[in-house]
């Protein structure tokens, strides 16, 4: 747009040119523009929060908020905030519903009674395992004296420990000897 619209087309083939689509031409430049009382923004000195507002506006008017549309924004403005604030119990809260909806769909896409069936047999898997293995490792244990169950090792343990405590016995230690002594001396007294 120039000021009376006389250049107007030059640069609007030139734009063409550069690779503008459409571009557009206003009859009568910017003086018919101001006489038919369009909008039009006096310059500001650039600044950063002059830009912003600037795009503030812009961003206003394409979304045109309702009421409904300014409540909603408050409400999703809160709810961020308390998530921020109360992140554990937020993420578990997400945790819970994205778990939910998983089910929900997988239920939801079963076409029959064998898909459901086949799903309890993979989500029961596991568990047979661990039975499997807890019944191994029971069927390897050995009974100490009182019945309980141990290690096949533990019988081997069990006879060292008692080797060397009566071996330890049978020799007093340095340290008793000076005790005894002790002992002696001071009843002698």
């Known amino acids: 747009m120039d000021a009376d619209g006389t250049r107007s087309k ?8 550069l690779g503008t689509k459409r571009p557009y031409q206003v009859e009568g ?3 018919s523009w101001l006489k038919e009382g369009m909008r039009v923004k006096e310059l500001k000195p650039e600044t950063t929060l002059t830009i912003l507002n600037e795009e503030a506006e812009a961003i206003l008017e394409e979304i045109k908020p309702t009421p409904l549309k300014v409540v909603g924004f408050g409400v999703g403005v809160l709810a961020a905030a308390y998530s921020l604030l109360d992140w ?4 578990q809260f997400i945790g819970v519903i994205g778990l939910g909806q998983t089910i929900f769909r997988r239920v939801a896409s079963y076409q029959g009674a064998d898909d459901f069936n086949q799903d309890v047999r993979v989500l029961l898997a596991p ?8 019944s191994w490792a029971a069927g390897k244990l050995e009974t100490n004296r009182n019945g309980l169950p141990t290690a096949p090792s533990s019988v081997d343990v ?3 420990v008692l080797q060397a405590a009566a071996k330890h016995e049978s020799q007093p ?9 002790d002992e002696v001396n001071i009843s002698e007294e």
Do not use: C, M, P, Y
């Open 29 to 31: 430049g910017f003086r």
């Open 173 to 181: 230690s340095d340290a008793s000897d000076q005790t005894q002594q």
């Open 88 to 91: 554990e119990r937020t993420l």
């Open 10 to 17: 030059g640069v609007a083939r030139s734009l063409r040119k």
């Open 158 to 160: 069990q006879s060292r």
């Open 127 to 134: 568990v047979k395992l661990g039975g499997e293995a807890i």
